[in-house]
T-cell receptor
Framework: GESVGLHLPTLSVQEGDNSIINCAYS??????FIWYKQESGKGPQFIID?????DKRQGQRVTVLLNKTVKHLSLQIAATQPGDSAVYFC????????????FGKGTRLHILP | NAGVTQTPKFQVLKTGQSMTLQCAQD?????MYWYRQDPGMGLRLIYY???????DKGEVPNGYNVSRLNKREFSLRLESAAPSQTSVYFC?????????????FGDGTRLSIL
C-alpha cells in the first residue's frame, strides 16, 4: 500500500470546543479507513471506521468524513474533553481484501483548560 | 474479557541475545498481527497471520520470526537482537479476513537492545 499521512503533527484545542483531525491518503484504490486513538503507554484503540462507499459516518461524539475526490479523511470530535488527549492515527487499506492496513504517523491532540 | 494480552511488558536485552514476545487473544479472532512502533514512524507491520497455521511477512520482517501456535496465540521471536530492534511492539487481532475489520491491540512490549 502507499503511504498515509497527516497534515499536522500536533493540534491544541480548548476544552469544550470541537476538534478536527485531518488525514491525507495517496492510494486512490483505498477502500477502508480507520481512526485509532492511542493514549500514553497503551495500545491503539479503535474509534470509528468508514468504507469507501460512504462519505460520512457518525459515532458517539465523533464523525468521520471521507472525500475521495481529494483523498482526504477527517475525524471530528465534538465538545472535546480532557480525556480526548491522545495521539490519533488514521489508517487505510489499499483496496483488496488481502491488503494490509497501513498507518499514518499520528497527530497529537492537546486539550487546553 | 482481557482482549489482547502481551508479555512481557518491558524487556532489556544485550545485542545478540534471543527473545520471544508472547501474545494471546480471547476474542476468537481469526487474524493476528505484530507491529513495531518507533518515534515519528507510526506503526509498521512486521508479520501477520490470517488463520491458525499460516503466517505472512509485513513491511519490516527482517530479523524476526513468528509462530501461530493456535487460534489464540501468536508469538514473535528475535533470534539475534540488534540495537535497531529497540522499539515498542504491539500485537493485534481482528475478526475475519486480514485488513477487513478494525484491529484490537494489546498494550505493547517495550524492548530495549543494548
Amino acid at each position: 500500500g502507499e503511504s498515509v499521512g497527516l497534515h499536522l503533527p500536533t493540534l491544541s484545542v480548548q476544552e469544550g470546543d470541537n476538534s478536527i483531525i485531518n488525514c491525507a491518503y495517496s492510494n486512490s484504490a483505498s477502500d477502508y479507513f480507520i481512526w485509532y486513538k492511542q493514549e500514553s503507554g497503551k495500545g491503539p484503540q479503535f474509534i470509528i471506521d468508514i468504507r469507501s462507499n460512504m462519505d460520512k459516518r457518525q459515532g458517539q461524539r465523533v464523525t468521520v468524513l471521507l472525500n475521495k475526490t481529494v483523498k482526504h479523511l477527517s475525524l471530528q470530535i465534538a465538545a472535546t474533553q480532557p480525556g480526548d488527549s491522545a495521539v490519533y492515527f488514521c489508517a487505510d487499506r489499499g483496496g483488496s481484501r488481502d491488503d494490509k492496513i497501513i498507518f499514518g504517523k499520528g497527530t497529537r491532540l492537546h486539550i487546553l483548560p | 474479557n482481557a482482549g489482547v494480552t502481551q508479555t512481557p511488558k518491558f524487556q532489556v536485552l544485550k545485542t545478540g541475545q534471543s527473545m520471544t514476545l508472547q501474545c494471546a487473544q480471547d476474542m476468537n479472532h481469526n487474524s493476528m498481527y505484530w507491529y513495531r512502533q518507533d518515534p515519528g514512524m507510526g506503526l509498521r507491520l512486521i508479520y501477520y497471520s490470517a488463520s491458525e497455521g499460516t503466517t505472512d511477512k509485513g513491511e519490516v520482517p527482517n530479523g524476526y520470526n513468528v509462530s501461530r501456535l493456535n487460534k489464540r496465540e501468536f508469538s514473535l521471536r528475535l533470534e539475534s537482537a540488534a540495537p535497531s530492534q529497540t522499539s515498542v511492539y504491539f500485537c493485534a487481532s481482528s475478526w475475519g479476513a486480514v485488513g477487513n475489520q478494525p484491529q484490537h491491540f494489546g498494550d505493547g512490549t517495550r524492548l530495549s537492545i543494548l
